[in-house]
């Protein structure tokens, strides 16, 4: 399985100051056919189901605000918030699917306001 | 608009077998591509993807619950069944069902939007 290692386990950023949540992954998910990443992340509020919020490691998800990027390659990834909103505050995930069996999650990252 | 609900029994006794039923809307599952997963969250903790069926009928299994699972699709009801057997208290989760992303489609991989509300299964005596 592709073990996917998410750091630090929790976070907690100044409204409008950047946030950095950092993803390492056991073996490289970056496929050499097309030179893309198989990353995902997600952002999952309180009671709330995971919402979809990049994949192909940097690509934005449909009505996700541009303040969100991600970047990185091969096994590590990281997400960024430019400048952090109170709406934020949640838990991250990071999903690999360069393996379909089993698709593999990160243990997740709480982000928190200070 | 995509919308999917998990249903089923919330509590659950040690050994027995439990069925969930996920129903969804704005998308059909006998479209080239199209699929439909089961992930689950232990209270507090990380998610766990379990099962994934395709429009094909072609399904796939977490190698470490394959034993116990069995997903199935009704294309006339517009829903999907994940039954896991031998349940135990450690199976105590948020069992959602999610849709296979578009993008996925020709790649072979998944990853998934949107996700139901899930439904909270717990395993006591």
């Known amino acids: 399985d592709i073990v996917m290692t998410q750091s630090p386990d929790s976070l907690a950023v100044s409204l409008g100051e950047r946030a950095t949540i950092n993803c390492k992954s056991s073996?490289?998910?970056?496929?050499?056919?097309?030179?893309?990443?198989?990353l995902a992340w997600y952002q999952q509020k309180p009671g709330h189901p995971p919402k979809l919020i990049i994949y192909?490691?940097?690509t934005r998800e449909s009505g996700v605000p541009d303040r969100f990027s991600g970047s990185g390659s091969g096994t590590d990834f990281t997400l960024t918030i430019s400048s952090l909103q109170a709406e934020d505050v949640a838990v991250y995930y990071c999903q690999q699917y360069y393996s379909d069996t089993p698709i593999t999650f990160g243990q997740g990252t709480r982000l928190e306001i200070k | 608009q995509i919308t999917l609900k998990e249903s089923g029994p919330t509590l659950v006794k040690p050994t027995q077998t439990l069925t969930l039923t996920c129903t969804f809307s704005?998308?059909?599952?006998?479209?080239?591509?199209?699929?439909v997963g089961w992930i689950r969250q232990p209270p507090g903790k990380a998610l766990e993807w379990l099962a994934l069926?395709?429009?094909?009928?072609?399904?796939r299994y977490s190698p470490s619950l394959k034993t116990r699972l069995t997903i199935t699709k009704d294309t006339s009801k517009n829903q999907v069944v994940l039954t896991m057997t031998s349940m135990d208290p450690v199976d105590t989760a948020t069992y959602y069902c999610?849709?296979?992303?578009?993008?996925?489609?020709?790649?072979?991989?998944?990853?998934?939007?949107?996700w139901g509300q899930g439904t909270l299964v717990t395993v006591s005596s």
């Open positions: 192909w490691a940097s």
């Open positions: 073996q490289s998910v970056l496929h050499s056919s097309n030179n893309k990443n198989y």
């Open positions: 704005g998308f059909s599952l006998t479209t080239n591509g199209v699929g």
């Open positions: 999610a849709h296979r992303h578009p993008a996925a489609i020709g790649t072979g991989k998944n990853w998934f939007d949107p």
């Open positions: 069926i395709y429009w094909n009928d072609d399904k």
